[in-house]
């Protein structure tokens, strides 16, 4: 049986990661201390590795394919085939954001305020090439962990990781500015990509993730209309795309389903009601193909 062997990122994108592909219908299950997960796809060897090493470790063949940051590519400078963008991090369906961020107290306004000042971060190239970019001379410096207690006294500033900033903030620092946006992406070894079946089966998984990404957030919702109160239904219903209408062995009656987003459904199902829909069902999605 031909496989492929896949490098999926194991510390903060780990949870996320393995909710996306048990939505996107492949099981994956890992053991507390196990590198080696089993999948209930036999054509997918899987690896758990930090999301740091992913893209270098696809570079070199290690593995077919990989999902890691685009900061982690960027920062290793890995030369792949970057083959989906899958927008979702550690707590949400949303980029996150690297930071340049400094104490609340500190007298560093801008970016070129930190010209001769020390920058602790785990970014190390990206943020040298960024500080290039902009002509600022800084000290940076790679931090092993705890980014955020460091400023003031062991760093003038930080470059830090963060989807709402919350961290920094509890911690009393203050964004400066944002130096790198980053998502997931789904890559692969440029050989690899070469070799119709990898890619094939790389680009069927993309499709599927993306499609589990597409759906969060979002329901399905289908009911029983009278024609006559059809018009004053589709306009209270927002829609991914037009509703579904489908003909009843009444005829006086049609089918109707529908995609919303799922925060709207508690204030939409009443109004549903009091219009005339009857037999109103809602019902979880796991994918949208678009």
Known sequence: MKKLKLGLPKGSLQESTLGLFKKAGIKISVGERSYFPSCDDEELEIMMVRGQEVAKYVQDGVFDAGLTGY???????????????????????????????????????????????????????????????????????????????????????????????????????????????????????????????????????????????????????????RKKDLRKILKILPALQKPTISPLSDPRWVDITTIIDEKVVRDLIPKLKEAGATGIVEYPLNKIIL
């Open 71 to 225: 900061d982690w590519i960027k920062e290793t400078k890995a030369d792949v085939e970057q083959i989906a963008e899958l927008i979702y991090a550690k707590q949400g369906y949303r980029p996150v954001r690297w930071v340049l961020a400094v104490s609340q107290d500190s007298a560093v306004k801008k970016l070129k305020d930190l010209s001769g000042k020390r920058i602790a971060t785990e970014l190390i190239n990206v943020v040298k090439k960024y500080l290039a970019k902009n002509k600022v001379k800084a000290k940076v410096e790679f931090s092993w962990g705890a980014t955020e207690v460091k400023p003031p006294r062991l760093a003038d500033a930080i470059v830090e990781i963060t989807e709402t900033g919350a961290s920094l903030e509890a911690n009393n620092l203050r964004i400066v500015e944002t130096i790198l946006e980053s998502t997931p992406r789904l890559i692969m070894n440029k050989k690899s990509f070469k070799d119709s079946w990898k890619r094939k089966k790389v680009e069927k998984l993309a499709l599927l993730l993306k499609g589990a990404i597409n759906a969060f957030g979002k329901v399905g919702l289908m009911m029983n209309v």
